[in-house]
C-alpha cells in the first residue's frame, strides 16, 4: 500500500498526507448518516459541551460513558449566557463519537476496509484494534478550537501504539479550520497524560514546556484525504470562523499487544470487545 518513501516519510514526519484515498460518494455517503443521526437525536436534558480549553471541567458523565456509544457533543459558543441553544442542534452539535465504527453499519463499512488494513499494516501496526471514532463538524462560524495536544495523552498505551486515522470529508484550509501538524514532533515524548481518578479526569503532566507553536504547518487538504498521525505527533485545528464547514471523520487504532490502562478515560463494557479491521 505504502511505499518506502512513504514510510520513511511517515516515520521522520510522524505524519502522512495521502490524498485521494476514500471516494467523494464514500465522503458523502459518511456526512449524510451523520447528518441523518444528527436529525434522529433528542437533545433534551442532554446537553453535553466538547471543548478543550478547560478539559477537564467541561467533562461529564456522558462524555466519559461514551467509549462504547454514539453519543453528541456541542459546540461551546453554540449556546446563549442563559445556556440556550442559539442555533438549531444540526448547526451546533461539535462532534459524535466514540463507537461509531462498531455501532453503525455505513461507519463501520467506512473504517474496515481492505486497503485501510493494509495501510495500517504498513505503518507497523501487526495486531490493530479500532478504539475510538468521532465525526467532527467543525461548524461554519462557531467551530470550536482543538488546542495542540498528542493523542497518545487521551489514549495511553504501554507501549505507546495509537495512529489517528483523519480523513477530510470536505476541503480542508486554514480559513475553515485545517490540520496543523509540528512535523518531526513525535521524537520528542509523551508530555501528559489524561487520567481518569476516583472524582474525576486530571492530567499527569511529565513536561509542562509548551508546544513549539511556530514549528506548526497547516495541512491544508482536498477532501477524500486521508492525514495518518502518529499518536505522539502534536497537532491542533483552529477555530472555524468562516462560511463553510470542515467536516472530517477520525479513526484511532491501537497495537492489541500492548496495554491499555483502565485509567484511560475511554471504557467499554467488558462484553462489547474492541475488535480490528
Ligand atoms: O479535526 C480536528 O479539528 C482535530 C481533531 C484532533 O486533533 C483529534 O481528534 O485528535
Known amino acids: 500500500m505504502l511505499t518506502n518513501s512513504q514510510k520513511t516519510f511517515y516515520e ?6 495521502l490524498p485521494e484515498f476514500v471516494s467523494n460518494e464514500s465522503c458523502d455517503q459518511l456526512r449524510i448518516r451523520a447528518e441523518e443521526m444528527v436529525q434522529d437525536f433528542d437533545p433534551a436534558g442532554v446537553i453535553s459541551i466538547f471543548s478543550t480549553h478547560e478539559q477537564n471541567r467541561l467533562t461529564d458523565d456522558y462524555f466519559l460513558e461514551s467509549g462504547d456509544k454514539i453519543r453528541f457533543f456541542f459546540e461551546e459558543d453554540a449556546f446563549s449566557k442563559e445556556g440556550k441553544l442559539v442555533h438549531e442542534k444540526e448547526r451546533g452539535i461539535n462532534k459524535i463519537g466514540h463507537a461509531l465504527h462498531d455501532l453503525d453499519q455505513t461507519f463501520n463499512a467506512f473504517s474496515r476496509t481492505t ?3 493494509q495501510l495500517v499494516a504498513d505503518i507497523g501496526i ?13 461548524q461554519p462560524h462557531i467551530g470550536g478550537e482543538v488546542t495542540c495536544h498528542q493523542d497518545s495523552t487521551f489514549l495511553f498505551t504501554e507501549p505507546m501504539s495509537v495512529v489517528g486515522l483523519w480523513f477530510a470529508l470536505e476541503d480542508a484550509t486554514v480559513e475553515n479550520g485545517c490540520l496543523w501538524v509540528i512535523p518531526g514532533g513525535h521524537k520528542v515524548g509523551l508530555k501528559s497524560r489524561w487520567v481518569r481518578t476516583s472524582d474525576g479526569m486530571r492530567f499527569d503532566v511529565w513536561d509542562a514546556t509548551p508546544f513549539e507553536d511556530q514549528k506548526l504547518e ?9 492525514v495518518v498521525l502518529n499518536g505522539l505527533l502534536p497537532h491542533r485545528s ?5 462560511e463553510r464547514s470542515r467536516h472530517a471523520y477520525i479513526l484511532h487504532v491501537i497495537d492489541a499487544s500492548s496495554q491499555y ?3 484511560n478515560w475511554l471504557q ?3 462484553a462489547f470487545q474492541l475488535r480490528g479491521f
Not at 12 to 17: E, I, R, W, Y
Not at 126 to 138: D, G, V
Open 218 to 226: 497547516p495541512l491544508e487538504v482536498s477532501k477524500g484525504t486521508l
Open 115 to 117: 486497503k485501510l488494513k
Open 238 to 242: 483552529l477555530p472555524n470562523r468562516s
Open 261 to 263: 490502562p483502565a485509567t
Open 12 to 17: 521522520s514526519n510522524g505524519f502522512l498526507v
Open 268 to 270: 467499554r463494557n467488558a
Open 126 to 138: 501487526a495486531n490493530p484494534l479500532l478504539l475510538q471514532s468521532m465525526y467532527i463538524f467543525k
